[in-house]
């Protein structure tokens, strides 16, 4: 079972727009940054979001993270048939000592 | 740019050791802490091991603890992972990842596959 809680599966259609949560405690979330990261089958992990919604270079600006006391959201706008892959959310837990992943979203553009 | 190259993989029978190495190239690799993060396939991210910079505090995951080291050599730009005791649940692709304050990883390698299988 994983720290961070995230749904199983998300779809929307190619254009529209879709939110991922992701909860966790003040441990974890509550007190630290959250990171979103997007897996594309067969490949690693990808950073799509730092420091709760700062992108890094060369992530488009559809992509939006946010933050709320223990709670955090990833935002997808125009979605695209590319956009479909596993998402997951992470941080630090300062009572594990531990990096913490949620159990992953898989996106499905209709 | 940052690079995170993973090497080591391979298929190991139960109770065999292998060790990873991950060879790290486009940033100062002696101020930053890494991860060792793991995912079998078709399932999610597990972390796996932390080092600092200065290999001054390490922590691990309950799963690994007791049979995985981590350990780095700053002046090669590496980082690695000893495994011992090897079981079929460790089977996976295993990520060097490197770390971000107060937040999960920022940077991540292509992954090494480790099958662990009689």
């Known amino acids: 079972q994983s720290a961070l809680t995230q749904p199983p599966s998300v779809s929307a259609a190619p254009g529209q727009r879709v939110t991922i949560s992701c909860s966790g405690s003040?441990?974890?979330?509550?007190?630290?940054?959250v990171s979103w990261y997007q897996q594309l089958p067969g490949t690693a992990p990808k950073l799509l979001i730092s420091e709760n919604n700062k992108r890094p270079s060369g992530i488009p600006d559809r992509f939006s993270g946010s933050k709320s006391g223990t709670s955090a959201t990833l935002g997808i706008t125009g979605l695209q048939t590319g956009d479909e892959a596993d998402y997951y959310c992470g941080t630090w837990d300062n009572n594990l000592s531990a990096v913490v992943f949620g159990g992953g979203t898989k996106l499905t553009v209709l | 740019e940052v690079q995170l190259v993973e090497s080591g993989g391979a298929s190991v029978q139960p109770g065999g050791s292998l060790r990873l190495s991950c060879a790290a190239s486009?940033?100062?690799?002696?101020?930053?802490?890494m991860n060792w993060v793991r995912q079998t396939p078709g399932k999610g991210l597990e972390w796996v091991a932390y080092?600092?910079?200065?290999?001054?505090?390490?922590s691990y995951a309950d799963s690994v603890k007791g049979r995985f080291t981590v350990s780095r050599e700053n002046a090669d730009n590496s980082l690695y992972l000893q495994m011992n005791s090897l079981r079929d649940d460790d089977t996976a692709v295993y990520y060097c990842?490197?770390?971000?304050?107060?937040?999960?990883?920022?940077?991540w390698g292509q992954g090494a596959l480790v099958t662990v299988s009689s």
């Open positions: 486009g940033f100062t690799f002696n101020i930053y802490s």
């Open positions: 003040s441990s974890n979330i509550g007190n630290n940054y």
């Open positions: 990842a490197r770390a971000a304050y107060a937040s999960g990883p920022d940077n």
């Open positions: 080092i600092d910079p200065r290999s001054s505090a390490i």
